[in-house]
């Protein structure tokens, strides 16, 4: 199983972004996607998650600004940010919690994307 995260780069304030998340190989379910950033000198933190029955999350601080979304056809997950502010540069990292076939049986796990950088500068 891979994630490959996409879509970051370098935005002028308020402008928008829609960051991508595939994933690929032997999956039997997508069960949560999430979307976490990290900025240079912080901890990793949670941005937006969306679950399996739709129950959706986003953090306080860009709460109205994003908008967490999954095309379960293509296994791809998608952060849409609006707005963005100097305060959103980070780089930011896709998680799936999936269901995948390991040989003859079912593995559940979380797996993450590599990152990608978001930069917001004028």
């Known amino acids: 199983v891979q994630l490959q995260a996409s879509g970051g780069g370098l935005v002028q304030p308020g402008g928008s972004l829609r960051l991508s998340c595939a994933t690929s190989g032997a999956i039997f379910s997508i069960d949560a996607v999430a979307w976490y950033r990290q900025a240079p000198g912080k901890q990793r933190d949670l941005v937006a998650s969306?679950?399996?029955?739709?129950?959706?999350f986003y953090t306080d601080s860009m709460k109205g600004r994003l908008t967490i979304s999954r095309d379960n056809a293509k296994n791809t997950a998608y952060l849409q940010i609006n707005n963005l502010k100097p305060e959103d540069t980070a780089v930011y990292y896709c998680k799936t919690s999936l269901t995948y076939y390991d040989t003859s049986r079912l593995v559940s796990s979380d797996f993450w994307g590599q990152g990608t950088q978001v930069t917001v500068s004028s």
């Open positions: 969306k679950s399996t029955n739709g129950r959706t």
